[in-house]
């Protein structure tokens, strides 16, 4: 079956994509406008290379470093260096792992927006004001929670600095669990763009025979998904090596919770269809992500004008946009 084409919704300060099946996502993906994104080609200063190695560091003008591999022989430090991006900054915790990027003499140029990337990549793309109904919002709780129910057990997702970990859990039978499992697994991976090095953690199987039906289910599951992967090994473990251009939609949302909330926030205000000035109500700690630039936007797209108020009361995520008499 031909997959849905993606739908790319250019919102505040976020451009969000989905394929949708019967008003559900089957696969998202998300971009926020200055990120330093696969495909941008910068110029920067060869910063430290090791004798003899292909790989070294190269620092952009702003002061960020990239890790550039096939440096050419007569690449020396200190001298400037025109690279190509294939994998951006990926935030996690308290630490960061740096783009990465190869020596390139294509023009300059920043990093195509997500809808040229969907395109050259060989998918349909249609460019929409706004998404029709689907379950955004659910799936942007799922990535904050890090918790995906399925029946008879749970996903616990935990992205590392090493692999993004999904922990299965449940009252059903170990073989049971882990069948019951797999569609919800290969569901989450498409959903919130998972890439990468990614371990998933089955209930242990002792026949051989029960294991081997856990991986044939996990192949049928995720047929069309471009990944490498192991059998499963005698404790369950099973690991999948994806592609990977940039920060999953768990790892950004779990680094950069709070700027998400306010996007999320913004996008609910910019459907607000009641006439009047549009009031948006906050956690305090919610108020500084609201930046002048995001609320301009907010208001140029409206019309109209917009206030804020700090409600402790409310969860970081739990903003509110209503229209309130001018």
């Known amino acids: 079956m031909p997959l849905p084409d993606w739908l790319v919704e250019r919102g505040i300060g976020e451009t969000r994509a989905v394929q949708l099946s019967g008003g559900r996502i089957v696969a998202a993906k998300i971009a926020w406008p200055g990120e330093l994104a696969a495909g941008a080609v910068v ?8 004798a003899g190695s292909k790989r070294g560091t190269v620092r952009l003008e702003g002061g960020e470093e990239v890790l550039v591999d096939r440096l050419p022989k007569d690449a020396s430090e200190g001298a400037p260096i025109r690279i190509e991006i294939h994998r951006a900054r990926i935030d996690e915790g308290a630490r960061s792992k740096r783009a990465q990027g190869r020596p390139s003499n294509a023009a300059l ?20 004001p706004r998404f029709p109904a689907c379950d ?59 890439g990468g090095s990614i371990g998933i953690d089955f209930p242990t199987l002792q026949e051989k025979a029960d294991r081997r039906a856990v991986d044939e289910a996990l192949a049928l599951a995720l047929d069309g998904f471009p990944h490498e992967r192991t059998a499963m090994n005698g404790f369950g473990f099973v690991q999948i090596v994806a592609r990977l251009e940039g920060p ?76 309130v008499p001018l």
Do not use: Y
Request: some cysteine.
């Open 109 to 128: 140029s920043p990093a195509p927006d997500l809808a040229d990337r969907l395109k050259a990549a060989g998918q349909a793309v249609r460019i929409v």
């Open 248 to 323: 999953s939609i768990l790892q950004r949302l779990a680094r950069h919770r709070l700027s998400a909330a306010a996007r999320l926030l913004l996008r609910r205000a910019e459907a607000v269809t009641e006439p009047g000035a549009i009031l948006l109500r906050v956690h305090p700690a919610l108020e500084p992500r609201l930046t002048d630039d995001l609320l301009a936007e907010l208001g140029r797209r409206t019309g109209r004008e917009i206030r804020i108020e700090t409600d402790p009361a409310l969860a970081p995520e739990a903003g509110m946009a209503q229209a």
């Open 43 to 50: 110029e920067g200063v060869l910063v430290s290379r090791a």
């Open 136 to 194: 955004w919002n659910e799936l942007v709780a799922e990535a904050i929670d890090r918790v995906i129910a399925f029946d008879g057990g749970a996903l616990h997702l935990s992205p590392t600095p090493a692999m993004t970990l999904i922990d299965i859990d449940g009252t059903l039978p170990p073989r049971a669990l882990a069948l019951a499992a797999v569609p919800a697994v290969a569901d989450c991976l498409r959903r919130l763009d998972i």
